[in-house]
């Protein structure tokens, strides 16, 4: 995903993603694609508007909203990716913020969640996410505060 948003950021847009660099465009969006966007603009899934893919006989199949449209819906997070080997997706793409923000927060385990409760608290806005990461040593965690979309 991240090859698609450095893509897009240069032209003013954004499109959902997961919070992990490591899973690829296909396991995020056919595994439903959770991700810190998804209160402004939706899972990844409720942004794929059409799909190809090679079915088990080898032939080539497009979904769209016209066209194998049960397909399209079905892969949307529901089918796992069983349905052929899918090879392009298409998505809806959004205008991006003018601003957005970010923090990273590294604290022991007992600081954390007061840290993050009051943090939450001064949020201007509903829109609010975080990402938790700890072992017993240390405890880091991502909160953003999403942009609001006219």
């Not at 847009?13 to 966007?37: H, K």
């Not at 979904?63 to 399209?72: E, F, H, Q, V």
């Not at 959004?94 to 923000?101: I, L, M, N, Q």
Request: glycine content about 16%; some cysteine; overall charge positive.
């Amino acid at each position: 995903m991240g090859r698609i948003a450095k893509t897009l950021a240069p032209l003013g847009y954004i499109a959902p993603f997961g919070d992990s660099p490591t899973v690829g465009i296909g396991g995020i969006t056919l595994g439903g694609g959770i991700g810190p966007l998804q209160r402004t603009v939706g899972l990844v899934r409720d942004n794929l508007i059409g799909l190809e893919m090679v079915d088990a006989k080898g032939r080539v199949i497009r979904a769209n909203k016209k066209r194998n449209s049960d397909l399209l819906w079905a892969s949307k997070g529901g089918g796992g990716g069983n349905f052929g080997v899918y090879t392009r997706y298409k998505f809806k793409v959004h205008s991006a913020p003018e601003k957005a923000t970010v923090y990273r927060i590294t604290s022991s385990p007992a600081a954390s969640a007061g840290i993050l409760s009051r943090i939450k608290r001064s949020c201007p806005c509903g829109s609010f996410w975080s990402r938790l990461r700890g072992n017993s040593q240390d405890f880091s965690f991502s909160i953003g505060v999403e942009p609001q979309f006219a």
